[in-house]
């Protein structure tokens, strides 16, 4: 069973840069074993590609309100799609906040993250969305500046970090 993360008491503020950190580059998780604790991601020496994208998915869950709050955040294994870059034109919206039922833009690469929640993709340069499979879903949470759906930027020579946080059964 992958680590969880407790966060009770926790100020939303706190939360708020948590949440909209994206990756944590001072993570100290091992690349052969579990993750140190209190963080629930792995280490971005991890990364094998020289080009593409590298991140965590994280699973929120539970009541993460200012007053008291009371969840976990855990690792999650999960199908990773990602598509040329899609704007809200370009997918299907499903029942549900951030869920999708088919996204128009190509698929460029799929790939699974890990017990720890670790995903990588060796990519070409490009700006990209990032979709997660929920069930039978695609699921993506975030938006650019320009209303993008989860974009990602891949720069020549570079590999990008990112986090992808599964929040539809978490309260802010």
């Avoid at 792995?42 to 008291?68: H, K, L, M, S, Y």
């Avoid at 979709?131 to 020549?156: H, K």
Wanted: hydrophobic share 40%; aromatic share 10%; charged share 15%.
């Amino acid at each position: 069973m992958p680590p969880k993360v407790s966060l009770p008491g926790i100020s939303l503020g706190v939360l708020l840069l948590a949440v909209c950190a994206g990756c944590n580059d001072d993570a100290t998780a091992p690349c052969d074993g579990a993750p140190s604790s209190g963080y629930p991601g792995r280490n971005p020496e991890c990364v094998t590609i020289a080009e593409g994208v590298w991140g965590d998915v994280w699973f929120w869950d539970g009541d993460f309100q200012a007053v008291c709050p009371q969840g976990t955040v855990t690792p999650a294994i999960r199908e990773m799609r990602i598509h040329e870059l899609a704007m809200p034109s370009d997918v299907t919206p499903a029942p549900g906040a951030s869920f999708y039922t088919e996204v128009t833009t190509p698929l460029v690469a799929t790939v699974r993250s890990d017990r720890f929640g670790f995903f990588e993709a060796g990519i070409p340069p490009g700006t990209y969305s990032v979709f997660g499979v929920e069930d039978t879903l695609l699921y993506a949470n975030g938006t650019g500046s320009g209303g993008e759906i989860c974009p990602v930027t891949v720069v020549p020579g570079k590999v990008t970090a990112t986090r992808f946080d599964i929040t539809y059964r978490a309260s802010f």
